[in-house]
């Protein structure tokens, strides 16, 4: 499997001392050391420097802590000219060590954005190409790192690319979807400039213009540790991204014609690996390998297996959790996880598969494990796996458990932070419905189905403009009062806790995502959620993703600290769903504008609709 090149150059900063090693020998070693050798019973050199207390309690609401640096020098004289010469080293040296963090790196990247063909299916047909590939660069980045990606549009539409799972933090300007952005002019160009704060993880970027997602541009996107950083699992011997997804051979043009006349998408014609039928990946026998499997698909779940191997998941979606062992596991519309593979069996080839869940007609995909010494090619029939066995996949939801001992981004444990022992200020249901509204199938939440306005809420927000939104234009809860089309956005407050149900009264399963933030999922139910079913809820090891699936006639429970300011869509993961009205957006607003809440306008900022002509400052 070659991986596509990114195109990125990197550079960072440099501090006074260019090397850490140095700092660190100067202040512990040289400096105490040539003192006490000096002057061994006149001088006496105290030295404590850069306790470093990360953020311990970044999610509460009733704890705002930040990072803490104590820096004490003490000096007994004795010979007081050469001690106050070693005294000025040791101020020299905290400061060069102060500057030695400098800033975290930045990456460039160009991105073109074109049609071309391929077949997937076997056929000819029409996709959206990044870079001339399909699908589009892996972009791989470290934790903290500064993006700066400039893309350029040669489509004959406006276009958006959003980076689903990236929190965008105080950013909400480089979410890249309609209520945050206006979307790049075909012959035009935008430049995101983002970062990958305290994050690590196996993400995706996808289009979010139209139905663009369903002819492609969709990509993976990793986020590493950082080398100082340990990691709960060996480093493995390779790494592949996995995109998996549902795929149609009728064009994206001819879906949003299907859409907008009114009618649900149609049953999807195949399965994808990497815009492939049939990809192969090879490992050496006797080595571990990384797979990070994501859900790009349209609006179905499949279940992911590897003929005769074991899968250790290790995350999931920037979360470590218990690494538990698995035969097969379900993925749904926009999730993604990251597995642990042995090549520890007969040196052959061996199906990797992805088949539909919940269908009744299941669509398969199988590609290769190639054994570097294989002696055989795959053989026998394809492995089956589950097909509408929901009760088989709740229990493998409920088994998912963060890892509280291990670390994500940030040095401290995951479980340092205790979100079970926090009372929501606030409870909000979202019930998803399919009305039919004026004649034409539609998708609400809580009788609301979103349309876009002209202008993105971000902006009209950010000037003030009347008439694009309303607060609280949609209700906490079911109304009941019938169905209607309207821009949706609800009010919150930054660091609120709130606890959000989704309530799917549907005999589909549902996939629910938030741009902005990761949350704790903590319950899934059949039927009506009540209050009493907060006692099955898990306060103690539930993970944090940013999508969860919500089964069908069934209710999902979530836990969500606002810590980040801005307007941030909530919609359904599943594209046909949110292009008919399935999503809203949460406003987390505080009302004292703070450069350590939220950026400002970037000065690079596309105008459109009601602000055209506004000035950014």
């Known amino acids: 499997m070659q991986l596509g090149d990114s195109h990125a150059r ?22 105490p050391n040539t003192a006490a050798f000096l002057y061994p019973n006149k001088y006496s050199l105290t030295f404590f420097y850069s306790f470093h207390f990360p953020h311990l309690f970044n999610r509460s609401n009733q704890v705002r802590a930040y990072p803490i640096s104590l820096h004490f020098i ?48 076997g056929i000819s047909q029409q996709v959206i190409l990044i870079n001339g ?24 539409q406006p276009f958006l690319l959003t980076w689903n799972g990236i929190k965008q933090r105080k950013n909400s300007w480089q979410d890249g979807v309609l209520g945050t952005n206006c979307p790049i002019p075909p012959k035009s160009n935008y430049t995101y400039k983002f970062q990958t704060k305290d994050q690590i993880g196996s993400y995706t970027y996808f289009p979010s213009t139209l139905m663009h997602r369903a002819a492609g541009g969709f990509g993976a996107l990793n986020v590493y540790a950082r ?47 990497n815009g492939q039928g049939r990809p192969s990946f090879s490992g050496d026998q006797g080595k571990t390998y990384m797979f990070r499997i994501s859900n790009i698909g349209l609006s179905t779940s499949f279940n992911f297996r590897i003929q005769g ?41 061996y199906y990797i598969v992805a088949s539909t869940r919940f269908t009744q007609t299941v669509l398969t995909a199988a590609g290769v494990l190639h054994y570097a010494n294989s002696g055989a090619p795959v053989s026998g029939p394809v492995p089956a796996g589950p097909t509408n066995e929901v009760g088989w996949s709740v229990d493998q939801a409920r088994s998912y458990r963060w890892n509280l001992t291990s670390n994500a981004a940030r040095p401290n444990p995951q479980g340092s932070f205790h979100y079970g022992t926090i009372t929501p200020t606030r409870t909000i249901i979202l019930a998803n419905t399919a009305p039919i509204i004026n004649g034409k199938q539609r998708y609400a939440v ?30 906490s809860s079911p109304s009941g009062n019938g169905a209607s089309l309207r821009t949706s956005v609800l009010g919150t407050n930054h660091h609120d806790f709130i606890e959000v149900i989704f309530q799917n009264n549907e005999n589909a399963i549902q996939s629910w995502h938030l741009d902005g933030y990761d949350f704790w999922v903590v319950g899934f139910g059949d039927g009506q959620w009540t209050q009493a079913s907060r006692k099955t809820y898990n306060l103690v090891d539930a993970l944090t ?17 606002l810590d980040n300011q801005g307007m941030w869509n909530l919609r359904s993961a599943m594209w046909g769903r949110q292009y ?7 406003r987390v607003y505080n009302p004292t504008q703070n450069l350590a809440n939220e950026y400002n306008i970037p000065n690079n900022a596309l105008l459109c609709g009601k602000a055209v002509g506004r000035r950014i400052p």
């Open 10 to 31: 990197s550079s960072s900063t440099f501090p006074l001392f260019p090397f850490n090693f140095l700092n660190y020998l100067i202040i512990f070693y040289i400096i």
């Open 74 to 121: 003490h000096c007994k004289f004795g010979e007081m000219g050469r001690a106050v010469l070693l005294c000025l080293l040791a101020v020299f040296s905290f400061w060069s060590f102060a500057a030695v963090r400098g800033e975290d790196a930045y990456k460039y990247y160009t991105w073109t954005v074109t049609y071309g063909a391929a077949s997937p299916l």
């Open 133 to 156: 590939q399909f699908p589009g660069p892996t972009l791989d980045t470290v934790t903290n790192d500064n993006i700066i990606l400039n893309v350029i549009n040669k489509l004959d």
């Open 227 to 273: 080398s100082v950083i340990a990691v709960p699992y060996a480093r493995p011997a390779g790494d592949y991204s996995l995109l998996i997804g549902d795929w149609y051979k009728t064009s994206h043009r001819v879906l949003q014609q299907i859409l907008d006349s009114g009618k649900a998408l149609p049953f999807p014609d195949g399965i994808l690996i």
């Open 309 to 349: 191997h074991k899968m250790k998941l290790v995350e999931v979606e920037g979360s470590h959790v218990l690494q538990n062992i698995y035969d097969s596991l379900d993925i749904h519309v926009g999730q993604s996880v990251t597995v642990l593979v042995t090549l520890d069996q007969a040196p052959k080839d």
């Open 446 to 475: 809580n009788d609301v189905s979103y349309v876009n306005a002209d202008t993105p809420l971000k902006l009209a927000d950010y000037f003030n403009i009347p008439g694009v939104f309303s607060i609280n234009s949609i209700q």
């Open 545 to 561: 993703r940013h999508t969860t699936q919500v089964y069908p006639l069934s209710w999902t429970a979530i836990l969500v600290s």
């Open 580 to 586: 008919l009205g399935q999503q809203l957006y949460l």
